[in-house]
């Protein structure tokens, strides 16, 4: 499975984004898709993630901000990025989870100024 994020971009405190993700290659046996993030000297933690059903769920953070989707026929995942704060900024990561294991994307910077 590969994926190809794209979408980041420098944006100013209450903006929005839309960050997409598409999935290629063995792509038949993804179930869960998601957003990850990782500022500098942090971790990389959940941001959202959606089930193949439409199942989602959301960081306490961004949750009412944020809004992930899906588009199965598509292969692809998105993150509706509303209401931007300083604390966003970070590298997002697209990841695909199978059965067997899962997969990164490259990151896509999102730089969220105030």
């Known amino acids: 499975v590969q994926l190809q994020a794209s979408g980041g971009g420098l944006v100013q405190a209450g903006e929005s984004l839309r960050l997409s993700c598409v999935a290629s290659?063995?792509?038949?046996?993804?179930?869960?898709m998601g957003w990850y993030r990782q500022a500098p000297g942090e971790q990389r933690d959940l941001v959202a993630q959606?089930?193949?059903?439409?199942?989602?769920n959301y960081a306490d953070s961004v949750k009412g901000r944020f809004t992930i989707s899906r588009d199965n026929a598509k292969n692809t995942v998105y993150l509706q990025m509303s209401s931007l704060e300083s604390e966003d900024t970070a590298v997002y990561f697209c990841?695909?989870?199978?059965?067997?294991?899962?997969?990164w994307g490259q990151g896509t910077q999102v730089t969220v100024s105030s």
């Open positions: 990841r695909a989870t199978r059965r067997v294991g899962y997969y």
């Open positions: 290659g063995s792509t038949a046996s993804i179930n869960i």
């Open positions: 959606i089930s193949t059903g439409g199942i989602t």
